[in-house]
Nanobody, 123 residues
Framework: VQLQAFGGGLVQAGGSLRLSCTAS????????MGWFRQAPGKEREFVAG????????YYADSVKGRSTISRDNAKNTVYLEMNSLKPEDTAVYYC?????????????????WGKGTQVTVSS
């Protein structure tokens, strides 16, 4: 399985970005998908998660109300739309596939990771 995240970039505070992550393989809809981020000098943290068919959505408090996770199983793609971006949102954003046997969004329960896409928010 390969995950490819893209859509990052440089944006001013208050702006918006839409990240995408495309997965290889034919079992995309069998797995929950998550977005994580890692800022310089900080640990990787959970941002948002979506269950297999999009029935349940989960968000970190830091992005709740400003971000929307969604997926298109026909395109093997998961999205993260972020609005009202803040400088503290600056990080490398990673998409990840959750283990089939897990209901947790801790990073140790993800079995595949994309390479990440840089998001930089200027003040």
């Amino acid at each position: 399985v390969q995950l490819q995240a893209f859509g990052g970039g440089l944006v001013q505070a208050g702006g918006s970005l839409r990240l995408s992550c495309t997965a290889s393989g034919r079992t995309f809809s069998s797995y929950g998908m998550g977005w994580f981020r890692q800022a310089p000098g900080k640990e990787r943290e959970f941002v948002a998660g979506i269950t297999r068919y999009g029935g349940m959505l989960y968000y970190a408090d830091s992005v709740k109300g400003r971000s929307t996770i969604s997926r298109d199983n026909a395109k093997n793609t998961v999205y993260l739309e972020m609005n009202s971006l803040k400088p503290e949102d600056t990080a490398v954003y990673y998409c990840a596939r959750r283990r089939e046997d897990s209901s947790s969004w801790y990073s140790r329960y993800m079995d595949y990771w994309g390479k990440g896409t840089q998001v930089t928010v200027s003040s």
